[in-house]
């Protein structure tokens, strides 16, 4: 494949060639033109100086009865001009003029008497035929110096264009063959440089992306690794008939808990990869009082959920947000909180909606991590919830969907406030 700076090159010699070619010929061919045209205009004076003179030198001839012969009239013509020639003709021509061996001849008649003759006058263009040659010689060389200067300036032009763009290609396949920590470094302050930069962040976000991925299958792989050795375990010893019909009751109820703690895992883990893969969500006025008992009810078998009243009205997919608080509340419940609340604000054209518990709480740098897939603060205490460390991962993005974000308010042993704001709608 050639390479931009030669196609640039090649086609930027093209058209400077053209153009001086154009040029360079226009030019010698208008300045030809006007000269030949100035000669033509001095031909014409000198012949009609010329004319005017010799009928007065006749009328004087005339007037003193001499005889006005030809060769007497030539003479008198060539006091105007050494070339002027008069002759005698039986026809009447118009005023010509024509070139003929590099000289411009012009002639008209005269009439003289009754007699007809015709006037001729002739000027060598060698002058302006040798000013052609030397303005052609000097576009010649201009033409050769010029030519190989503009290719030069082209050449090095196009290498300064080439040259990022090659930076990129190699880049790109540095990051194709899996190097992926490369970056481009441009400084053009052009639209190349802007491309730089807009690629150098893509190879980060990719980059980020794909270590989180790597992460994520490492955290799930190991989150699967716990309940599936206790399945195993379990039905080792009563493979091995190590196991009493009793026990083999209570290796049973271990081995259905951990299948459920593996669907769970198996679920939520889809959820989340879903939500991902499909940002989108069907944001409608919805009722919040709708969402708020929805969600309680959805609890109500496992722990207590005290909500607010309220004829608020907000922009929401509504089975997010009940996602969204489902997600909060087992969060809560996980924590060991013996009350939770949900409870509504109105703020400047937003519903600020919280749920709080009053759990165990987190401390600071539980929070700088717990939006991260699979973390958890108390993994023992999570695991005994079947918690898989998903849930507040998969609420901040549920938030981001609607344009809004999580809020964290923890002390340590006092509980947890987390609030989002939702726009509010308006009654028709």
């Not at 052009?190 to 980059?207: G, P």
Request: aromatic fraction near 8%.
């Amino acid at each position: 494949m050639r390479k931009i700076k030669f196609r640039l090159l090649k086609r930027s010699v093209i058209v400077f060639a053209c153009l001086m070619a154009v040029f360079g010929s226009s030019l010698i061919s208008i300045s030809f033109k006007r000269s030949y045209m100035a000669e033509c205009s001095h031909a014409f004076s000198t012949l009609s100086a010329c004319a005017s003179g010799v009928q007065s030198a006749y009328a004087s001839f005339v007037l003193r009865g001499a005889d006005a012969e030809i060769n007497k009239l030539n003479e008198i013509a060539r006091q105007y001009d050494l070339s002027a020639k008069i002759f005698e003709t039986d026809f009447e021509k118009s005023a010509v003029s024509y070139v003929r061996e590099g000289t411009l001849h012009a002639e008209t008649d005269l009439h003289l008497g009754n007699a007809l003759y015709r006037l001729s006058v002739s000027n060598p263009l060698s002058d302006i035929y040798q000013m052609r040659d030397i303005m052609t010689y000097i576009y010649k060389a201009a033409y050769l110096i010029f030519l190989p200067l503009t290719a030069a300036i082209m050449y090095i032009s196009g290498r300064s264009i080439s040259k990022p763009i090659e930076i990129l290609t190699q880049t790109a396949r540095a990051h194709a063959e899996g190097n992926r920590a490369v970056r481009t470094e441009i400084n053009t302050n052009d639209e190349i440089e802007t491309l730089s930069t807009a690629f150098n962040r893509m190879a980060n976000q990719v980059e980020g992306e794909i270590r989180r991925r790597e992460e994520l299958i490492g955290d799930l792989t190991h989150e699967m690794k716990t309940p599936l050795q206790a399945i195993i375990g379990e039905t080792d010893l009563i493979l091995l008939g190590k196991r009493t019909d009793e026990e083999k009751f209570g290796s049973l109820e271990t081995i259905h808990h951990q299948a459920q703690r593996l669907d769970r895992l198996s679920k939520r883990m889809m959820e989340w990869i879903n939500l991902k893969d499909n940002e989108s969500a069907r944001i409608t006025a919805c009722a919040l009082n709708r969402i708020l008992e929805n969600t309680q009810n959805l609890f109500s078998a496992k722990h207590p959920i005290i909500i607010e009243e309220t004829d608020a009205l907000v922009y929401a997919d509504g089975l997010l947000m009940e996602t969204l608080l489902s997600n909060l509340i087992d969060n809560a419940i996980n924590a060991e909180a013996k009350t939770i609340r949900l409870f509504v604000e109105k703020e400047n054209g937003f519903v600020v909606l919280s749920v709080q518990d009053d759990g165990c709480g987190m401390d600071e740098e539980t929070l700088l991590h717990i939006e991260e897939p699979f973390y958890r603060a108390d993994k023992a205490r999570s695991r005994a919830h079947g918690g898989a460390g998903l849930g507040l991962s998969l609420a901040r993005r549920i938030a981001r969907l609607h344009d809004a974000h999580l809020y964290y308010e923890s002390e340590k042993g006092k509980g947890t406030r987390v609030t989002i704001a939702l726009k509010e709608a308006q009654n028709d």
